[in-house]
C-alpha cells in the first residue's frame, strides 16, 4: 500500500510540472513582427510578444529565441521564465 501512494505521488509530480503543461515551441531566427496579426508589445527592452494566428502568442526573447504559445495572452512572469530572465527591469 505504502508503495503504491509512492508511486503515485512520484507519478503526479512529473504530470504537473509548468513544463509538461506549457505547450510551446521554440523558433530561432525570426524577427520581431513575423507573422503577428495585431501589435507588437514590448514588455522590456528586447522583449517582446504579440498575437499570431490561430489564437497562439508569439514571445521574442533578448537572446533572439522565439517561442509560440497556445494561449492567446501570455502572463509577463511566464514570458520573463522562458527567456531565463529573473527580473524585468
Known amino acids: 500500500m505504502k508503495m503504491r501512494r509512492v508511486l503515485f505521488t512520484a507519478a503526479f509530480i512529473l ?16 524577427k520581431v513582427g513575423t507573422d503577428c496579426v495585431g501589435p507588437v508589445s514590448m514588455v522590456a527592452p528586447k522583449l517582446a510578444i504579440c498575437a499570431v494566428a490561430g489564437s497562439k502568442t508569439r514571445i521574442w526573447c533578448a537572446n533572439g529565441d522565439a517561442f509560440d504559445l497556445d494561449e492567446e495572452k501570455a502572463p509577463v512572469a511566464l514570458v520573463r521564465s522562458l527567456c531565463n530572465l529573473s527580473q524585468i527591469i
Open 15 to 30: 504530470v504537473c510540472t509548468s513544463a509538461s503543461a506549457l505547450p510551446v515551441a521554440l523558433k530561432r531566427g525570426l
